[in-house]
């Protein structure tokens, strides 16, 4: 079965870099495409970005400028990165496999990062 | 904005059927299979039902869900406590090449 852990600092400076690395156990992360989903407090789900084991990235429009997936597979590892976080970047953020129009089929427990200003 | 429209609330009484809708346009739940996902009080959301209408293994088959055209629902039928959580429905979009997903639903037990 696999796991997903996040993990890094739950408070990050406004104008700073938010970086979060997820790690997966129980499975090969090969044939697979890997997921960044954030839930600010009390809302939705907002899809951030995904990276295929191959390295190739997707993100979402509104968050690209701001946003590197990075994979290291020997590590079973990869990583977000989120810089010049505003207030509005405040949310858990989740890592989670992502099997395309099959859905995110495991998440991680998710972190709460906050920004502080 | 949520892409994806769904009630901001439902509820119902214990062993009720509750229907949660979700609806969005030609580009994602018209074109794409749906997925929906049950986000417990406090933990992570799970996923529920995938290509519109397949469970995964573990989840009662209490839970099922249809599409047509650029809607689709969720039935949960014998409706217990435990049930009570968010709903989120979610469908690849073709423009984006990633997923959407609906601002959730609310579901209480009464």
């Known amino acids: 079965q696999v796991q997903l852990q996040e993990s890094g600092p739950g408070l990050v400076r406004a104008s700073e870099t938010l970086s979060l690395t997820c790690s997966v156990s129980g499975d090969s992360m090969r044939s697979y495409y890997w997921g960044w989903i954030r839930q600010p407090p009390g809302k939705g789900l907002e899809w951030i970005g995904y990276?295929?084991?191959?390295?190739?990235?997707n993100y979402n429009p509104s968050l690209k400028s701001r946003v590197t997936i990075s994979i290291d597979t020997s590590k079973k590892q990869y990583s977000l990165k989120l810089n010049s976080v505003t207030a509005a970047d405040t949310a858990v953020y989740y890592c989670?496999?992502?099997?395309?129009?099959?859905?995110?089929?495991?998440w991680g427990h998710g972190t709460l990062v906050t920004v502080s200003s | 904005q949520p892409v994806l429209t769904q009630p901001p609330s439902a509820s119902g009484t214990p062993g009720q059927r509750v229907a949660i809708s979700c609806s969005g346009s030609?580009?994602?739940?018209?074109?794409?299979?749906v997925n929906w996902y049950q986000q417990l009080p406090g933990t992570a959301p799970k996923l529920l039902i995938y290509d519109t209408n397949q469970r995964p293994s573990g989840v009662p088959d209490r839970f099922s869900a249809s599409k047509s055209g650029t809607s689709a629902s969720l039935a949960i039928s014998g409706l217990q406590s435990e049930d009570e959580a968010d709903y989120y429905c979610?469908?690849?979009?073709?423009?984006?090449?990633?997923?959407?997903f609906g601002g959730g639903t609310k579901l209480t037990v009464l």
């Open positions: 030609s580009s994602n739940i018209g074109s794409n299979t």
């Open positions: 989670a496999r992502d099997r395309g129009n099959w859905g995110l089929d495991h």
């Open positions: 979610a469908a690849w979009n073709d423009g984006l090449d990633g997923p959407v």
């Open positions: 990276i295929y084991y191959s390295g190739s990235t």
